[in-house]
């Protein structure tokens, strides 16, 4: 079965960095396009970008343009969140997803920027 487990979240001060990464099983990854998400407290899940397959086009929201980058490994089924320059606003539970077809969600992990 598709499994998707997130790691890698944590309380970071603003201005700092982290990076996600999303173990996929049960599936042969490279073969789809990967995404990640968020949710803050009290919100709509937000987008917050997408990679294909080969991880050669990758699309973000404009809110992490610039700040954060997708990357993945189809040699360790990993897709990865870079995140740099975060912000208070930045707090989140993130998560990656395979999307369309089906629709798998990890768990989430969170992330809290705060001083």
């Known amino acids: 079965q598709v499994q998707l487990v997130e790691s890698g979240g944590g309380l970071v001060q603003p201005g700092g960095s982290l990076r996600l990464s999303c173990a996929a099983s049960?599936?042969?990854?490279?073969?789809?396009?990967m995404s990640w998400y968020r949710q803050a407290p009290g919100q709509e899940r937000e987008w917050v970008g997408t990679?294909?397959?080969?991880?050669?086009?990758?699309a973000y929201a404009g809110s992490v343009k610039g700040r954060f980058t997708i990357s993945r490994d189809n040699n360790k089924n990993t897709v990865y969140l870079q995140m740099n320059s975060l912000k208070p606003e930045d707090t989140a539970v993130y998560y990656c997803?395979?999307?369309?077809?089906?629709?798998?969600w990890g768990q989430g992990t969170q992330v809290t920027i705060s001083s």
């Open positions: 049960g599936f042969a990854f490279s073969s789809y396009a």
């Open positions: 990679t294909n397959p080969a991880g050669r086009s990758i």
């Open positions: 997803a395979r999307r369309f077809p089906g629709d798998y």
